[in-house]
């Protein structure tokens, strides 16, 4: 693992600012393509938060560059705590590559604290297993899924789990597998086994967003008709998330977002957030350093914070 707190200190100044509305775009989202950022939302005369801040601060400082923290007054910045649906305090935010990746609400012990800025660090790839032959066999599984090999995979995965019973990347790995061989069923019921302490994990995530997306797919109705259909109307707005969805289902994921972003853009509110719930899903299911997903953040960050 990455040993935290060797060699020579970054300066706290680098590592851990106030950030206001005016520069939340630029000290967290746009910061976050680069390294992991949380966010504290605290106020003056929160009690937790006057716990919780200094050890988030310890724990930051002690990854020496692994990570940053923004510090957002809640009571100065009423519009991102409400764009970010912060309904109470202290509540703890980590970004990464421009979107919030994970949180809790309230003060945790140190131990809690440590744990949480280590498993954002790891969500940013900063914590690297070293000589880990699970590891290895996690990459070639991969590798294995990429070159049409499924049942391999699947198979390889398995055996991963049978060593290692905690290993999201196995359990993420062969849901996948299971959806390249068409059965969804199956690949639902290999999350629904994972161990409750690793259900959040990003990979587990990423293939829950990725059965979704298969179920929606069975549904998509023609490209070619619902795109008709957006162009006789624009402000149709199922029609347009109807083409979003079967531009995804034809393998289109970049179509997609841009249907997604411009049905943001003409009216967020629509449907719950519809568009902006089938974004983060589309994201989630693909690579964190994929195109659509970089470019698809960016632009979707950039209309909510605007």
């Not at 299971?178 to 990003?202: C, F, K, R, T, Y």
Request: charged share 25%.
């Amino acid at each position: 693992m990455l040993e935290l707190g060797q060699g020579t200190q970054t300066p706290a100044g680098d590592l851990i600012k106030d950030v206001s509305e005016a520069d939340f775009m630029a000290e967290v989202v746009e910061a976050s393509q680069q390294v992991p950022v949380i966010v504290d939302f605290w106020a003056p005369w929160c009690g937790p938060c006057k716990t919780l801040g200094p050890a988030l601060e310890a724990a930051v400082t002690k990854a020496n560059g692994a990570v940053k923290m923004a510090k957002v007054n809640v009571d100065e910045n009423q519009g991102i705590a409400g764009q970010l649906r912060v309904q109470s305090i202290p509540t703890v935010y980590a970004f990464y590559q421009g979107q919030p990746i994970d949180g809790f609400q309230g003060a945790l012990p140190p131990s809690e604290v440590d744990a949480f800025v280590q498993r954002v660090i790891e969500a940013g790839g900063a914590a690297v297993e070293g000589g880990d032959g699970l590891a290895e066999a996690i990459k070639a599984a991969e590798t294995m899924l990429t070159e049409g090999a499924a049942s391999d995979a699947a198979q390889t995965f398995a055996a991963i789990i049978g060593e290692d019973p905690n290993n999201a990347a196995a359990y993420g790995g062969l849901a996948r597998a299971h959806l390249a061989l068409n059965d969804v069923e199956q690949a639902e019921a290999v999350l629904n086994g994972a161990p409750a302490e690793i259900s959040h994990a990003a990979e587990i995530e990423a293939a829950h967003a990725q059965i979704e997306l298969a179920r929606q797919a069975e549904n998509a109705g023609p490209v070619a008709e619902l795109r008709d259909k957006v162009e006789a109307d624009p402000d149709d707005h199922q029609a347009r998330f109807d083409l979003a969805l079967a531009l995804h289902a034809s393998g289109d994921a970049e179509g997609a977002v841009e249907q997604l972003l411009e049905l943001f853009r003409r009216d967020r509110e629509w449907n719950d957030e519809a568009a902006k719930t089938q974004l983060f899903k589309i994201f989630d299911a693909l690579k964190p350093n994929d195109p659509v997903v970089l470019n698809g953040r960016r632009k979707l960050t950039s209309m909510i914070f605007a």
